[in-house]
DNA sequence: TCATCTCTTGCACACGTGTGCGTATCCATT
DNA sequence: AATGGATACGCACACGTGTGCAAGAGATGA
């Protein structure tokens, strides 16, 4: 049978209160009677029902975490940031895999209010109107990663990567090694971080004094088949690209195999960047160039705002605010100069 | 204010009682009361407690997960599957990442006692004699993956691939392509799946009529910088192996990015055989041969296994046995048949 | 008409913990 | 010796929910 503070109590010969008080080191206890009763709950095997002490203290010490695939290694390396971070605050994480179902994402949210947790964060890639709404409902604080939310409610916040300057990075270090024709391969549709890294992308190009062509925008969908996909258009081009920015690292890992499958050598005949860069970025032939993502950073940054937000509802808040950080560009294999082929400049 | 059975019950003028039963669609309410307080309910949009419900009925319908660390792919891709099931019957997830490290495991351990969860999943690499009995005192069914415990206790039980006869798998397909100097490069020190995979290795080798050699076994770690170092090792052996059977995939990787530094051409030098294939082994070059685990499939059995241990303390319990799940050859291009080089045959 | 039975609801208590407030004890001060 | 204050503890209630049991209201049969 389970021990609880009332058994200690009647072994102490004291009342339940007194119990609650000396092992929560009240100072109201007499050191005597209070070694002598974290004695006995040690010796009777007490541990505290998080339950009772939730209920009555409206602290459940758990945090809700929303994700569309644990199985996802970026989004893994998030969580990894942000499970350290909460165990080192004496919190536990609840963990939601949305699957990116709507409702699955509804029954996670009700799941996660129904358990009162004291926060969640949501690294879903899009959160629709309707979604967020459900989450503003939880009555707990949310921090978002990588979901642009415009009108940030009461209590939800985000923490996400500079979209707009890695796209900026990641181009202007192909303009550098001699491309002027470079392509795009776009993520999930209407995602806004693909957007940004668009927009990135164009503002490097004219910024250099290019053209940007539409026809260089090939769409992909933030997988490994989407790049394979997008390379065969990329050769159907009139005028092919010499180098091609992806959205993400999982595209330029597809575009690279199908690459190599029609003989196209990577970087010698193409160059590409990826965004992200994933766990083996690096183990890949050749090693990926990319934009890097602090991943763990990340999570670590979002609970720690998600602290803040909890704890500020007591105090009256100090100011929160949205944050954003900075991507860093790795230059590995994937690139390299352009030279001494004939350059065809169109127009 | 949040609202509570109590705030429904006086806006219907009953007693809270009766919002309990009508919620929970006991037969001792009439219809009619049931429909209006259903309705009320869904209006003053109620949410249930779940500390107060679990509080009296002694199930959180929630169960604990223990990893070494979320960030591994390969462990991301166990709890996915476990998330999934446990979602489709209603549990939830509280994800622990011990690090590895004994302390933060105890501490994990003591969390979720004290949160009450139903059951525990472990998914931690090595699990000492001491931490079992803290897992013990749970009080909870656990149920360890890939780790063998020899006396699994009353409520322990376990899932696992058959690491001997994946060992025997890779090492049979190298010996089937004509290798006759096969080496193997282990894992963590005295993890028992490494000296499975490794003995399966000497079963096949022995079968096939070919002496093991003691100098081809080369330590590694689990991870790809000690495949690195493997392959140095490897190469100043005097008699150096035609094709080698890596403890997982990571090392494999290692291996071959250092091969590649060192100009040996894989799998035309050496063919490299991996274990787990985590979700880039077909994305590697040359995409990777291994044993597949199936790992989504192993979370999903686990959970099963730990809903049937849940249910099977009130029924009298059904036979539960510890599951041995088959791992898979995947024939890539890592490896590739023995031919026209000079055999040379020792002793 | 009265007894019995079914249907519906309320009362009271329990789960385990935290906390405001009253009170008993003891010591020091006047 | 009477008063004051500090110290240490118990009483009672609250948090939100579930459930055994009693009780009231009708309906039905003798």
Redesign the interface.
Known sequence: M?VSIKDIAKAAGVSHPTVSRALSDSPLISAATKARIQRLAQEM?Y??????R??VTRQ?Y?VG?VVT?????FV??I??GI??TA?DHGY??????S?AEPQ?EI??V??L????VDGVIVTSSRVGALYLEHLE?I?APVVLINNHNEQSGRYTFSVEVDNQHGGWLATGHLIQLGHQRISYVTGPANSSSDLDRQAGYRHALIEAGIEPDAALIIPGNGR?DGGERALEILLSLANPPTAVFCYNDMTA??LI?AA?RRGISIPKDLSVVGFDDI??AS???PPLTTVAQPK?EMGRLAMHMLLSLITAREDNGEEISNRVVQGELIVRASTRKLCKRVERRDK
Chains 1, 2 share one sequence.
């Open positions: 389970r095997g541990s505290p029902n998080a339950l009772a939730g209920l459940t758990s975490v695939t644990i199985a996802d290694p893994a390396e969580v990894q499970e350290t165990h536990t994480v609840i963990l939601c895999n699957g699955r029954a996670a009700e799941m209010r129904s358990k009162r409902r009555g490994p890992i597809g195999a190599r766990v083996f183990y890949f032939e763990a």
